[in-house]
């Protein structure tokens, strides 16, 4: 209805303009949310062995990552299945789970692992310092979530100062895109969502990307974007009865030995299709062009005809109202 009474209505994803349109709505369009290319980037390869070293990660540890919020729409559970899977269809791999996202909310991630018999060293995470805004990637430290948060920094001797990234504090760019960098192919499963910049970050580092074949993630999981998709099974919201996707574990599985087993010359080739696809398309460049073009277009508005019912006023420091 929201679309239907506006001039034009601007999507993130084509899966939202493709739904919009079979809807009978003609006046959508995508421009995908811009991320700077700039920021996240592959390493050279000695950088990217010291990095590992620092982390105490072997040279021959396949990592495979994934960068999220830890919210009920993210499908840990579903990866973790996949991971299991891999493990067991892969025995001489030594496989290593690279979990980036906040321990304490949304999913019981230790309890998780515990469930499904899987070994607590072969999943990493990320652990942040609030006072030296260091960072280490090593396995949880607590067989509960509760319990393995504020742990003493080990880089400066801070106490009680290391915990999982959060909303509220966590590694910069610059860090995050080592943490891509320690990471061999990229994960990420959901139920649905806008767009997930995760998947776009970890393109740009040249990373073959498994992504849920579904929603925005439609736009990332073919292969002419240097991805793989996820297959999905369909169930219902509760209350909205909106579809969403439960990535199948036996995909997961699949697609991991896919791009284990891929030469890299193949995988060095789908990495450069990845950064290339999103500087093409999600880049601040493309994103703000199509945008300066919509508003250049745009008809002058009649200001005595604005509704400004739905402004708030707020007192400022000097005592001003503003709106």
């Known amino acids: 209805s929201t679309a239907r009474n506006t001039d034009r209505f601007i999507t993130w994803s084509n899966f939202a303009q493709k739904e919009l349109a079979d809807a009978g709505v003609t006046n959508s369009e995508c421009i995908h949310g811009p991320i700077d290319h700039e920021n996240f980037f592959k390493l050279d390869k000695e950088p990217r062995e010291d990095l590992r070293a620092r982390h105490k990660i072997n040279k021959d540890d396949f990592i495979i990552g994934f960068v999220f919020r830890n919210q009920l729409r993210k499908s840990v559970p579903n990866l973790l299945d996949g991971f299991q899977k891999f493990k067991n269809n892969n025995p001489k791999c030594k496989a290593k789970l690279l979990l980036h996202t906040n321990w304490q909310e949304g999913w019981d991630i230790p309890k998780l692992i515990k469930e499904k018999n899987i070994n607590n060293s072969d999943i990493l995470t990320t652990y942040f310092c609030e006072k030296c805004r260091g960072y280490i990637v090593q396995p949880?430290?607590?067989?509960?979530?509760?319990?393995?948060?504020?742990?003493?920094?080990?880089?400066?001797?801070?106490?009680?100062?290391?915990?999982?990234?959060?909303?509220?504090?966590?590694?910069?760019?610059?860090?995050?895109?080592?943490?891509?960098?320690?990471?061999?192919?990229?994960?990420?499963?959901?139920?649905?969502?806008?767009?997930e910049l995760p998947i776009q970050e970890a393109k740009l580092c040249e990373l073959v990307t498994l992504v849920t074949d579904y929603s925005c993630g439609t736009d990332c999981s073919s292969e002419d974007s240097g991805g793989m998709p996820l297959s999905w099974n369909e169930y219902r919201e509760p209350g909205t009865q909106f579809v969403k996707a439960s990535t199948c574990p036996h995909s997961i599985a699949s697609k991991l030995t896919k791009a284990y087993k891929m030469n890299s010359s193949k995988k060095s080739h789908f990495g450069k299709i990845a950064r290339e696809f999103i500087i093409k398309n999600y880049s601040i460049k493309t994103s703000a062009e199509k945008l300066m073009k919509i508003i250049d277009n745009m008809e002058a508005s009649d200001k005595s005809k604005i509704n400004t019912e739905y402004l708030k006023t707020t007192s400022t420091s000097n005592g001003k109202t503003k709106f």
């Open 140 to 195: 949880f430290q607590a067989n509960n979530k509760k319990d393995g948060e504020k742990q003493d920094c080990p880089l400066c001797g801070e106490k009680e100062s290391l915990n999982t990234s959060n909303v509220h504090v966590g590694p910069s760019e610059k860090q995050l895109n080592e943490i891509y960098n320690l990471m061999d192919v990229y994960c990420h499963p959901f139920t649905s969502g806008g767009q």
